[in-house]
């Protein structure tokens, strides 16, 4: 028989774009990844979502069961963020970000 888990409460998302050289892209690569350790073992991330579009054009999803401000004035605060977008900056030529996202909770009669 098979169970079901109930999916997080997602109240906050963020979608990301980094866009580096081909040539800088195992570099920033191993950067990311660093730093995706650190934000993937927070207890309130939902899900982390990351792809290549193409060589060195990644885009990425963050859902926090956290809403907007908690993301902006906590999460994004965390020591190991400035590390990170220290060492990448002269890797990245493009950059783009969504505003957080709030998400509005639908209730529902049960």
């Known amino acids: 028989m098979t169970s079901l888990t109930p999916a997080p409460q997602v109240s906050c998302i963020l979608q990301i774009k980094n866009v580096v050289k081909p040539s800088d892209r195992e570099a920033w690569l191993l950067l990311f990844k660093q730093c995706f350790d650190h934000v993937s073992a927070e207890p309130e991330m939902a899900y982390f979502i990351i792809g290549e579009e193409e060589v060195g054009v990644f885009r990425w999803t963050e859902g926090w069961m956290k809403d907007k401000d908690w993301v902006n004035n906590v999460q994004l605060k965390k020591p190991y963020y400035e ?23 639908m209730e529902t009669d049960e």
């Open 83 to 105: 590390p990170f977008f220290k060492a990448t900056a002269p890797l990245v030529i493009e950059s783009e970000s969504k505003d957080s996202l709030s998400v509005d909770r």
